[in-house]
């Protein structure tokens, strides 16, 4: 759970914050290379400008030049745009997702090239840590474990604060509207080409299956599993992969609300669900794929008397920029 830790804030808050708002004011409401240093946000008449984000509208009296993310999961998208983030939270380090910084693998080293720190670790929010940052720009996410939602108003108060909806859009889409918000446009929509001419060439060179694929997400047999849909970021770049991915029937999702990306099924009902040729294993890596083929329940599909189970990659849950190209290398290693 998030918590602003108990210290006290120096009496040099107000100046430093003063400093940190005096560009911005908030109104009332061989991959593709992505890893050059970060660009500077065109300087033109769109500024001021104002933007719209999930809490309302923010004015910005220039381009943002010390952002900080207090949500890892957009942080690879700042970056793969070149925004100038000067700090960004972490989660816990030495993970399979996460290096000993607690950044995402799939960023981490581009993260420390161009001398981003760590807010704070653990996804503890910090408060003192990101006043200490002088940000002219704070990016908050709407929901996950990396969300500081709750403490919007507090932030907001002191910084100019966006937030942003990663779980309902493509990277693409999120990279687009943080480029509006930065002033890096052109950064997004270069990442976005790039991303997409590396896509269409791994796609000459696979050998793709007869039918439709499964995208799983599997947790074992005490716990639901969750399968992509037709509308999941997984499916849009598998599918420019040529590969055509399947959910699950609506009556077998478990979910609470209605979702775009997964399917949430029992563990009992993993068979009727799992209706592809292959099954690709979100957050995968070989170990779960013998513990998926291994488990006597799910014998009898299809991928797995044939097979064809094959894991994503432990960064292929939350995709950016860098995770996405990743993706791609391992699709292509499987039926390349």
Known sequence: MKHVRPRTVLAALAATVALALSGCSASSSAAPAASAPASDATEDASWPRTVTHEQGELTLDAAPQRIVSTTPSVTGTLLAIGAPVVASAATAP????????????QWGDVARERGVEVLYPNLELDLEAIISAEPDLVVVSTSG?????????QIAELFPTVVVNYSDKSWQDLATDLGEITGHEDG???????FDAYVAEAAESLTLPDGP???VSYNGPT?????????????????????????APDELDTS?????????VSFENLTAAITGTQVWLLSGTPDDVAELTAEPTLQNLEAVTTGQ????????????YYSATALVDTVVGHLG
Do not use: C, H, M, N
Request: glycine share 10%; aromatic share 10%.
């Open 213 to 215: 694929v499964s995208v």
């Open 309 to 320: 189970v094959f894991e994503l990659g432990p960064t292929s849950f939350r995709l950016d």
């Open 256 to 264: 609470e609300q209605v979702r775009q990306d997964v399917a949430w």
């Open 94 to 105: 030495g993970t399979a997702v996460a290096d000993e910084d607690g950044f995402f693998r």
């Open 145 to 153: 474990a990396d969300s500081v939602l709750d403490q919007y108003e």
């Open 223 to 247: 716990d639901d599993s969750a399968i992509a849909k037709e509308t999941s970021p997984w499916a849009g770049i598998l599918g420019d992969l040529g590969l055509e991915v399947v959910g």
């Open 188 to 194: 997004a929509a270069d990442a976005i080409a790039d």
